[in-house]
């Protein structure tokens, strides 16, 4: 079907069957701040660029689909972090939503600590030079290869998470001879959603030990996390620093937050009724919301330090405790914001009075999160600017099946034509890291890009790489 013969205007929700959409923006060249990463602009030619390069001379240099990320972004981002929670604290970034050698280089430079979840993501930390002392290490199922090296590497923190796990580790640490800092993972009975919390039922999920006992109140109740904090004092080869909630992901709503921290330091009180033991650390967890799109509305560092200590110390001087160490894992909230991912338009199939798809040449294996949490994303042309008229529009990959959704709906000019670029901003997190072979696609590299220089931190695989596995 010829474009020119249909061409696509403006179309309006009511006569649209579903999907989430507001109007379409006054510019479809404006670039919102809140989503993009802070150096990418619009030059005066029409075209996207970041850390002052054109992002045509990227997709010629690194090839598409690429991730970009802004190493400028990152760094502003971690320095907020650390300077918004001061010495007092520590900010442990988490791993699992990006991790490379170059992005351990950066968090130890920027005086972050660092949240690991697997053998992987310990060895990439320790490669790259990261110190041992600044590492935790999570997991609801480390395997005794996974703890007996964190022991030796003398790992910071292990966050115990189990009743096993409390045996294994201390196990593990007494036969190298080691006394093992541990927190204890805590369930608190908050589950946060992105603009709410409610209460869940304790057994019903994976992580951590609860605080309370029958499923009836959550105050530092006689549940498992009490009986672990007992069974860890009484052994001599772990040192019990603190207790460890983690309540959720892509959270806006400080709430839930608080009610975590007032039950961690119910358990502290009682804890220092119990056993004499006043425990110096509190660590709450990661899980702060980003901007995907315009609409969504993040709290800043500053704040989320400020409301947060507040708590802990309010609900401290209460007790009678002293304020302990706090820390926090923000994952998503440091890496989310600073990538975009960089796609070619190929196809695109208009379905008249509806949408049009435009088929981009990555999809679900290097952004699995649209068709997996039903995420929303914001999309722009970035290779030119367009005065063309606003057409809605689905960006979807290359992949086999129909939920291979990048974009649910966007705006795109309806001059879109294949070979222009698109990015979808906000893929700094959970994106590289949750990607796949699906397909057997290749995975995208992660391009960084600073003061305009860019370079490969992560290359893109190759049909060998796939090979070099297939040993058959
Ligand atoms: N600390 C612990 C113990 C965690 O389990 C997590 C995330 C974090 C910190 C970091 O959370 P963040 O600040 O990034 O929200 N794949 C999902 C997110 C899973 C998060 C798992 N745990 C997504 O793409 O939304």
């Given amino acids: ?45 029409g075209a996207v660029a970041v850390g002052g390069l054109d992002v045509r001379r990227l997709a010629e240099e690194f090839g ?15 320095r907020a972090w650390r300077d918004a929670f001061g010495s007092d604290a520590d900010v442990y970034y988490a791993g699992k939503a990006f ?47 996974e703890i007996e090296r964190a022991v030796e590497a003398g790992v910071g923190r292990i966050v115990l998470d189990s009743f096993q796990e409390i045996a294994r580790v201390a196990h593990t640490a007494a036969r190298l001879g080691r006394r093992q800092p541990v927190q204890i993972r805590v369930t608190v009975g908050v589950e946060a959603h992105t ?49 460890h909630s983690h309540i959720g992901s892509q959270i806006f709503d400080m709430a839930g937050f608080e009610v975590s921290a007032r039950r961690v330091v119910g358990l502290l009180t009682r804890i220092r009724d119990e056993h004499g033991v006043e425990l110096p650390e509190i660590d ?69 009075g509806l949408r049009t798809y435009v088929s981009v040449d990555g999809g679900m294996s290097d952004n ?32 086999c099946e129909s939920g291979d959704i990048v974009v649910r709906d966007a705006f795109l000019p309806a001059d879109l034509a294949p070979g222009d670029l698109l990015a979808v901003p906000a893929t700094g997190a959970y994106c590289r890291s949750m990607a796949s072979n699906y397909n057997h696609a290749l995975r995208p590299p992660v391009v960084a890009v600073r003061d305009g220089q860019a370079r490969t931190i992560v290359r893109r695989e190759t049909e060998e790489d796939l090979l070099r596995l297939d040993v058959g």
Wanted: charged fraction near 25%; include cysteine.
């Fill in 1 to 45: 079907m010829s474009r020119s013969a249909h061409p696509a205007g403006p179309r309006h929700a009511d006569v649209l069957p579903e999907g989430h959409y507001t109007a379409p923006p006054a510019d479809l060249n404006s670039l919102d701040s809140r989503v993009w990463a802070q150096t990418v602009e619009r030059t005066p030619e």
């Fill in 64 to 78: 598409t689909p690429a991730y970009v990320m802004d190493e400028t972004d990152f760094r502003a981002r971690c």
């Fill in 99 to 145: 991790l490379s050698r170059a992005v351990v280089r950066w968090l130890h430079e920027e005086g972050l600590n660092l949240d690991v979840c697997s053998g992987g993501e310990l060895a990439t930390a320790l490669d790259a030079g990261m110190p041992a002392e600044r590492i935790a290490l999570h997991g609801n199922n480390k395997s005794d290869e």
């Fill in 195 to 243: 603009h709410e919390f409610i209460a869940t039922a304790h057994e019903d999920q994976k992580f951590g030990l609860a605080l309370a006992g029958g499923g009836s109140s959550s105050e530092a109740g006689e549940g498992p996390a009490a009986e672990a904090v007992r069974r860890v004092l009484m052994l001599d080869s772990l040192e019990l620093t603190g207790i």
């Fill in 284 to 352: 709450l967890g990661g899980g702060l919301g980003i901007a995907y799109t315009p609409e969504d509305d993040p709290r800043e560092p500053h704040e989320i330090a400020k409301a947060l200590g507040d708590i802990v110390t309010r609900e401290c001087e209460a007790a009678g405790l002293a304020v302990p160490r706090l820390s926090v894992e923000p994952g998503r909230a440091i890496a989310g914001p600073t990538a975009f991912t960089l796609y070619e338009v190929g196809t695109l199939k208009e379905l008249e």
């Fill in 368 to 399: 699995i999160r649209t068709a997996l949490y039903d995420a929303e994303y914001s999309v722009a042309l970035v290779s030119r600017a367009s005065a063309a008229e606003p057409m809605l529009s689905r960006v979807v990959g290359k992949h």
